[in-house]
């Protein structure tokens, strides 16, 4: 739980910060939202498929913190 957390607060979490920051560049500089209908530029499509990327790590290592709990506490509740 503690290092799942500690991934996503050091390591994925800032990734994904920085991929967002420059797909707001590049929007501006496409004159296009990086979620309206295509065809977007070579280096928007880059990026959208880099934060998918990105976002998908981090919900699975929220997922594997979720289920890191969820057994702890179930274990320590079958002690009592």
């Given at each position: 739980?503690?290092?799942?957390?500690?991934?996503?607060?050091?390591?994925?979490?800032?990734?994904?910060?920085?991929?967002?920051?420059?797909?707001?560049?590049?929007?501006?500089?496409?004159?296009?939202r990086s979620f309206?209908?295509?065809?977007?530029?070579?280096?928007?499509?880059k990026l959208n498929?880099?934060?998918?990327?990105?976002?998908?790590?981090?919900?699975?290592?929220n997922l594997v913190?979720?289920?890191?709990?969820?057994?702890?506490?179930?274990?320590?509740?079958?002690?009592?």
């Amino acid at each position: 739980m503690f290092t799942t957390g500690l991934a996503n607060l050091a390591l994925i979490g800032p990734a994904t910060t920085k991929v967002m920051i420059q797909r707001k560049h590049q929007e501006t500089r496409d004159g296009k939202r990086s979620f309206d209908p295509g065809p977007h530029s070579s280096a928007m499509e880059k990026l959208n498929k880099d934060f998918g990327i990105l976002h998908g790590a981090s919900t699975i290592v929220n997922l594997v913190g979720l289920g890191a709990m969820i057994w702890y506490g179930t274990t320590i509740a079958r002690k009592m």
